[in-house]
């Protein structure tokens, strides 16, 4: 079974949904059979990277509020960050762009190591301060989980894998994502947001007993004169 994830990698939401979905397959009882793949998705592609700035004193400024207000807001995010396992650390962040950070998971999804890709640059965003538009940065993240520095560098030095993450954003505006964390089930269930992991499993066992059914229903069309579930009799 296939599971599609739209995320962005500077969404507080996205990594507390992927932990909590993490925590919801490694219930499922067949999760060995679960196939997970990142998509590409930009909250703001427009956005300017500002190293000396961080997301408190960004919303504060977009929204027209105080900082103590946003710093209130990313304080709830933060618990709710650690009731999931993670650590957030808001006021070391740096607001930057993340269309190469995405270039670079894309060409991660190619050596198999989409999802090390993910998890590496939104520890790198949210707990460590990195800036994830810094070329340098994600070279080196890169190497770390696996990728070849020669390859990276490539990447980064040209437009690769742009296609891909446009693709992704194409496709997420064709289907109606207008937010994200958005998870795709078998390409028939949706589950928007960072849903609790007791919703996560629901839904992976509600697509899972449906691909069962159709499992047997092509089955017994192949086995004997019966329609497959697309024909007409």
């Given amino acids: ?37 990142w998509h590409s998705f930009e909250l703001d592609p427009s956005m300017k990277t500002q190293p000396n700035k961080n997301p408190l ?9 105080t900082l103590q207000w946003s710093e209130q ?26 269309f190469d950070a995405h270039r670079l998971i894309q060409f991660a999804k190619t050596k198999s190591l989409g999802d090390q890709a993910k998890e590496r640059l939104l520890r790198a965003y949210f707990t460590e301060g990195l800036n994830i538009h810094d ?4 070279l080196r993240l890169g190497i770390e989980i696996g990728l070849i520095q020669e390859e990276v560098d490539h990447v980064l030095q040209t437009n690769a894998f742009t296609e891909e993450v446009r693709n992704d954003e194409a496709t997420a505006q064709r289907l ?12 028939k269930y949706g589950v928007s947001g960072a849903q609790m992991p007791d919703t996560f499993l629901d839904a992976l066992q509600q697509a899972w007993k449906e691909k069962e059914k159709i ?12 329609c497959g579930i697309d024909e007409n009799c």
């Fill in 215 to 226: 499992d047997v229903v092509n089955s017994t069309a192949t086995d004997g004169d019966a």
């Fill in 57 to 65: 004193e960004y919303l504060a400024e977009i929204k027209g509020q």
């Fill in 1 to 37: 079974m296939k599971v599609d994830i739209w995320s962005d990698i500077r969404c507080p939401f996205c990594y507390i949904g992927k932990r909590r979905f993490e925590e919801a397959l490694s219930r499922f009882e067949h999760k060995n059979e679960v196939e997970v793949t």
């Fill in 176 to 187: 109606g994502i207008r937010g994200v964390p958005f998870f795709v089930l078998d390409q």
């Fill in 135 to 138: 070329h340098p940065t994600l």
């Fill in 73 to 98: 807001m990313h304080d709830q995010l933060t618990g709710t960050a650690a009731a999931a396992g993670l650590t957030f650390n808001f006021a070391q962040c740096v607001v930057a762009n993340s």
